[in-house]
């Protein structure tokens, strides 16, 4: 599956953002999907996860409560609303898909990536 995320920018802290990752490919349905994200200067990190069927989600504590992960697989494609920004949620993010159960944190077990989009949120 190849994977395009979009949706970055630049907004003021206490915004908000919506991220999209649009997915081509072998059957988006089958896949869970997650969001990463690495800050400059700094390792790749989980920041949410979902499972095919969209009953059930996984989430960083960073970021639960403000970030909603969600999939619309008719249009095969997930997002990630991204509210109350914080300037350390800046980073450049990755959506990816893994063929398997798996929505868990570790990203040596999703198979796909795409290209990231960067957010950047200003103090």
């Known amino acids: 599956v190849q994977l395009q995320a979009s949706g970055g920018g630049l907004v003021q802290a206490g915004g908000s953002l919506r991220l999209s990752c649009a997915a081509s490919g072998r059957a988006f349905v089958s896949y869970n999907m997650g969001w990463f994200r690495q800050a400059p200067g700094k390792e790749r990190e989980f920041v949410a996860a979902?499972?095919?069927?969209?009953?059930?989600?996984n989430y960083a504590d960073s970021v639960r409560g403000r970030f909603t992960i969600s999939r619309d697989n008719a249009k095969n494609t997930v997002y990630l609303q991204m509210n109350s920004l914080k300037p350390e949620d800046t980073a450049v993010y990755y959506c990816a898909a893994t063929s398997g159960s798996y929505i868990g944190t570790q990203a040596r077990y999703f198979d796909s990536w795409g290209r990231g989009t960067l957010v950047t949120v200003s103090s």
């Open positions: 979902i499972r095919w069927s969209g009953g059930s989600t």
